[in-house]
Nanobody
Framework: QVQLVESGGGLVQAGGSLRLSCADSGRTFSNYAMGWFRQAPGKEREFVSVISWGAGSTTYADSVKGRFTISRDGANNTVFLQMNGLKPEDTAVYYC??????????????????WGQGTQVTVSS
């Protein structure tokens, strides 16, 4: 069974940076695309970024492009989200997710079958 555990959230001023981590256990991490999603208060959960199983492909939401960077460490079964130039509108609970199937690359929530518990990111103005 896949277990995803996020860390790294917190409170930061606008313009600051945070690095989120997500540790994956319980299966062959290297064969699965990993994604980050977020949910702001009163809003639907939305796509942020995804990285392919071999890290050869990445996709970002337009709202974070150029500011966020997704990466993965296969040796430690961990995926990261480096967030720079944070804005108040980035305030949300951030969720790590693993694709439902090996070698499936997608940006839609339905393609992801395992989710972490979420980590709060708050950006003050």
């Amino acid at each position: 069974q896949v277990q995803l555990v996020e860390s790294g959230g917190g409170l930061v001023q606008a313009g600051g940076s945070l690095r989120l981590s997500c540790a994956d256990s319980g299966r062959t991490f290297s064969n699965y695309a990993m994604g980050w999603f977020r949910q702001a208060p009163g809003k639907e959960r939305e796509f942020v970024s995804v990285i392919s199983w071999g890290a050869g492909s990445t996709t970002y939401a337009d709202s974070v492009k150029g500011r966020f960077t997704i990466s993965r460490d296969g040796a430690n079964n961990t995926v990261f989200l480096q967030m720079n130039g944070l804005k108040p509108e980035d305030t949300a609970v951030y969720y790590c997710a693993a694709a439902k199937f090996a070698f499936l690359y997608a940006t839609t929530q339905g393609a992801f079958g395992s989710w972490g518990q979420g980590t709060q990111v708050t950006v003050s103005s």
